[in-house]
């Protein structure tokens, strides 16, 4: 079996929104109140309008973070761990609702498509109290891959 090397790929903001699309496992970086990096394994979809959405509750760390410190970073992974990934930097903001309700919504169609039943998925965000965080993407890196760097892969 041929080794796994490592590949970098520059992409347009068109390319980064079709790559992030498909892909709803991310690690958030925001900023404690001492200055230190608070990571969070979360769920995340992209709107119509190329904002990273993440559905969360106002009490979770991350809330209190971006509203202190809306600087945030996401690494998006793909299904695969060993698949592909994407760094990209942004400004957050918490939707809280009663506004974000239609948010949430775009979350969710973003994610699993057409619930069965949007009245009762807006009841249960409402019921569970859900706010939203809403990413603007202002940087990325390239979409990566892990392995050997190249010309250093090992002899078969």
């Not at 190329?50 to 760390?61: D, E, F």
């Not at 903001?93 to 919504?105: F, H």
Request: contains cysteine; charged residues 25%.
């Amino acid at each position: 079996m041929a080794p796994n090397v490592a590949t970098e790929s520059t992409v347009d903001r068109a390319a980064l929104l079709d790559f992030l699309s498909s892909r709803h496992h991310a690690v958030l970086v925001t900023t404690r109140r001492g200055g230190g990096s608070q990571l969070s394994p979360v769920t995340c979809g992209v709107d119509d309008e190329g904002r990273v959405l993440i559905s969360t509750y106002p009490q979770r760390a991350k809330v209190h973070n971006i509203r202190r410190e809306p600087s945030v970073s996401l690494c998006v992974l793909s299904d695969d761990f060993g698949g592909p990934w994407v760094q990209l930097d942004g400004r957050a903001d918490v939707v809280d609702l009663p506004e974000a309700l239609e948010p949430l919504v775009s979350y969710f169609r973003s994610i699993s498509g057409e619930h069965p039943d949007w009245e009762e998925y807006r009841a249960a965000m409402q019921r569970q109290q859900k706010c939203l965080i809403s990413v603007q993407i202002e940087r990325w890196g390239p979409v990566a891959t892990g392995g050997f760097p190249p010309g250093l892969e090992p002899a078969e």
